[in-house]
């Protein structure tokens, strides 16, 4: 993990200032400081308080926030039990990368990232409902059929009948998924999601239940007649910089097969189905 006068220092070197008096000079109005303060803070000898990260965001142009923000955390850390938490953390979060031209001001670009990580930590799922949804992998289903219908919830019955189940069955997974907090009952009798998303945290504590999900997925696709014996799937190491160019490939390739699509009633349909996936141990 880098320190942060280290984050700090590639930065400016990255603006192609050779001496942090020559950046200082260029960036002083936006600095706010003395250059004895940020003399320090380059040679990490004084690590500035919160409510300065953004002036420093904005003057370094620092377009990695995420890992500016990981390295100030992590250099506060007392100890090595609790910098390793962040040292986990950088190998398995993406950075956050804000390339928007419609941005104006860096202050704007880190509140934002700080709005978004807010409504993130406020949607993630508990290690209770985890617990439960790793069980019952149909119970997440059911969280998702409220996605955009509204505040007049659905019955009993209807859940039953869009998830496939017996109404006894749905029954106890709608109490369960009352007992851990994500759905409630309306006077009307009919159920509604007490949040409006529910997010898996990307983090050790999220990753079964993620894998169970991803599983579950690759397993109805074989186990779909329409695919056999074409669903084929291969996982590929490929490097973040490289997925959009890859999945614009993918685009294209799908677009191509249109041209040679059978006229109807001739032969059979295939289906190409791709995921994609950041995480790297999908065993």
Not at 102 to 108: A, L, Q, V, W
Not at 147 to 176: F, H
Not at 250 to 269: A, C, E, H, S, Y
Request: hydrophobic share 35%.
């Amino acid at each position: 993990m880098t320190t942060f006068h280290e984050f700090i220092k590639a930065a400016r070197k990255a603006l192609r200032y050779s001496s942090a008096k020559e950046f200082f000079r260029a960036k002083s109005t936006i600095l706010s400081m003395s250059y004895e303060s940020y003399a320090n803070i380059e040679a990490g000898k004084y690590l500035p308080p919160a409510e300065k990260l953004p002036v420093l965001a904005e003057a370094l142009e620092i377009e990695n926030l995420k890992g500016f923000a990981y390295a100030y955390a992590w250099t506060q850390m007392p100890n090595e039990i609790l910098k390793s938490f962040f040292e986990l953390g950088e190998g398995r979060v993406t950075p956050m990368v804000l390339r928007s031209e419609t941005y104006s001001d860096y202050r704007e670009k880190f509140n934002d990232l700080l709005k978004f990580n807010r409504l993130q930590s406020k949607y993630e799922l508990s290690e209770e409902q985890i617990e439960y949804l790793e069980t019952d992998l149909v119970a997440w289903d059911v969280v998702n059929l409220f996605i955009s219908i509204g505040d007049e919830g659905l019955s009993l019955e209807q859940i039953a009948e869009k998830t496939d189940s017996g109404v006894e069955s749905t029954r106890k997974r709608i109490s369960e998924l009352i007992r851990v907090g994500m759905l409630k009952q309306l006077d009307s009798g009919r159920y509604l999601v007490t949040q409006q998303a529910y997010i898996i945290p990307r983090r050790e504590i999220g990753a079964r239940l993620t894998r169970l999900l991803m599983r579950r997925e690759f397993d109805q696709c074989f186990g779909d007649q329409r695919n056999h014996p074409y669903a084929r799937f291969r996982f590929l190491s490929l490097d973040p910089k490289e997925r959009e160019t890859f999945e614009t490939v993918i685009d294209n390739f799908i677009l191509d097969m249109r041209r040679f699509r059978k006229p109807q009633g001739q032969g059979t349909t295939h289906y190409l189905q791709i995921v994609f996936s950041d995480r790297n141990d999908l065993n």
